[in-house]
């Protein structure tokens, strides 16, 4: 690169570090207006423009999350009646919180047609309890035994009002959104046999995890954690699995 071009690349610099600080010197209340418009995709990336708006985006800073739940979810950002929390779930402590577990509700219900008729105040006891499930799968202590878990989030939903088909079927909906999402490491490969092992035996209905969530444990094993497996452990999954279900794809077979 001859002098030229270092200067131009400079020049360069400048003007967007100038950008920058010129919208550095907008009201903090008037940023937060124009970020909660943009993208939430989005907000991740903008996060790293510079220290101020990670400050703004940070679980902290309640005036940027109390106006994101103002803009994206109107009906749920000063509700008429404080909502009703029972159950054994804990109630969420910030704003952020909130948006994170109504952002990821509006996910399960979006991926799964079949409407439930829920309150929209529903939805954000839905997203707090797959946040407390995936928190509780990802502790890197033992995790506690999946029929507590299962058990703590059919408890949750009885305790507000839903009939035990219809906190079985959430619950069934909650379990297969956070397997989903689950990273691809050692520990989630861990977990995932340790699931896989458990069962629901001597659970009765609604507290036995459904079949679809069992076999998506297996599914997962098998495809996205094949290589994983040493020889030994592959043929004491596979047993296992024969024993849970009557027909085994071809794709979980073959070390």
Known sequence: MDEGDEGREQNKRDEEEEEVGEIGKIPDDVLIEILVRGGIGEWEQIACVNKHWASLLSSNCECFWQA????????????????????????????KTRFTALYIAQRIFASHPHNLQLHHHFHEIVGHTYLFLKHQLQLFIMPPHSGILHG?????????????????????????????????????????????????????????????????????????????????????????????????PSSWLGY
């Not at 803009?71 to 109630?91: C, E, T």
């Not at 839903?162 to 397997?179: D, F, G, P, T």
């Open 68 to 95: 994101a739940l103002s803009y994206h979810y109107p009906l749920m950002a000063v509700p008429s009646l404080p909502l009703p929390w029972p159950g054994p779930i804990p109630l969420p402590n910030n704003s």
């Open 152 to 248: 703590t989030i059919i408890d949750q939903f009885i305790a507000c009002g839903k009939s035990r088909e219809i906190a079985h079927q959430l619950a069934s909906r909650i379990w297969l959104a956070v397997l989903h999402n689950l990273d691809d490491n050692h520990h989630t490969f861990s977990m995932l046999k340790r699931l896989a092992h458990e069962g629901d035996v001597f659970l009765p209905f609604p507290y036995t995890r459904s079949l679809e969530v069992q076999w998506r444990v297996f599914e997962k094993l098998f495809t996205d954690f094949r290589d994983c497996f040493n020889q030994s452990d592959y043929y004491d999954m596979l047993a296992c699995a024969k024993s849970r279900f009557q027909h085994i």
